[in-house]
């Protein structure tokens, strides 16, 4: 395969990892440059939360997206989008730990039982963990079944980093509680009886679409 059919047969797969690394590109050069404000370390900690909750949700819209339209590639990026949720989440953790509380873990201590943003906040993280680590096809053959239990954990983390963000924000949450409901929206699709009248109606979709490509002579034999 040439590097030209190569690039055409993953160009979703590609475009998927330009989108997610863009951001930390832009941060890093944000960085380098000076451009973060007057108060880098929240700058960072801001940005990467932003990041983390975007990707994950687009992670979660995967499965939404191929119910409704059958496109199979938004299933393949699920994986991919998630990890990278996860690299963000991680990023906003060590720049909250390492940078803003230079790993002081009495203080880190006395934050996370003083805010309830910051318990919603680990709480979610400790969820993701095992949730990357266990992402590999060579977890999914070990933990058979129980794998797809366990990933189903995602929905609760989800909930946990939409309640981190309300109570970060405090004041205006009109943005937060935005995504929230595009969170909720995303969970209902997958709701059985939900999730069976997309199937079905798209099911009836290429039917349609089909009979009106078949040629006459075919129709009528």
Known sequence: MNAKSFFQ???FRISVHLFSLLPLAILLWNGL???LGGDPVQAIIAQTGRVAM??????LAATPVYIITGFKGARKA????GLYAFLYVSLHVFAYAGLDYGWDLYLIGLDILDRRAAQAGLAAFLIFVPLAVTSTKGWQRRLKKNWVRLHKFVYAAGVLVMLHYIWVQK????????????LALLLAVRIPAIR????????????AKRARTMPVETIGA
Do not use: M, V, Y
């Open 9 to 11: 047969n993953n160009l």
């Open 33 to 35: 440059q000076g451009n």
């Open 54 to 59: 975007i990707i994950l949700l687009l992670s």
């Open 78 to 81: 699920r994986k991919a989008l």
């Open 171 to 182: 004041a205006d949450i009109r943005e937060p509680l935005a995504w929230t409901f595009l």
């Open 196 to 207: 069976r009248w997309f199937t079905d109606h798209r099911s009836r979709r290429q039917a």
